[in-house]
């Protein structure tokens, strides 16, 4: 059976999410802003694994990430990792049901909302185009902008785990854990304006 995909590219407002194309040197420059890898799991990153693991993206059904253009110019990256939910590859419905959301941005466009935006559009496709159940996204506990813009489409804390994330040279961190529901999302969307007629 064929996985189903999200239609690239995607525009928002005020940014384009298209796929990769060679993008690599410009990501890790972001990736490796220092405050940016003080939020991840890993401060280093080899440059030839990078990059691979980006061109194997492009051809791997279940992994849906789009570098986010500003004006032409490249300014991040979001991402629907799709999962089986909690026991769903042994006897769960099929086909996969759960996505992973991600999303990293140079802090040189921090406090314009282009983090929420784009994440907004890639969650919009998680239910839209893949027809997911449910939405994940996790942090640190103190990575208060991230779990900010989180709240903001919509999701709820799950989980507080106590120092249950370990951090290459912040030894163990607290984390939070987000979701939300194909339904709920649906919920919250605006509906569509319509037209009325004029009455003379």
Known sequence: MTSPSVTWPRRTRRLVLRPYRADADRLLQIRNQPDVWRWLLRTEVDP?????????????PLDHSAVVELDGAVIGWCSIEVQDGMGQ?????????EGLLGYIFDTAYAGHGYAKEAAASMVAAAFDELGL????AGCFADNTPSWKIMES???RRE???????????????DGYTYAILDREWAARA???PTAVAAVR
């Open 159 to 173: 989980q507080h785990g106590v120092e249950d994330s370990w951090h290459a040279e912040l030894g163990w961190l």
């Open 133 to 136: 159940h449910r939405v994940t």
């Open 48 to 60: 030839a694994a990078f990059t691979k693991a980006w061109a194997d993206g492009v051809a791997d």
């Open 190 to 192: 605006e509906p569509a």
């Open 153 to 155: 489409l919509g999701m």
């Open 89 to 97: 590859d042994e006897a769960g419905p099929s086909p996969r049901s």
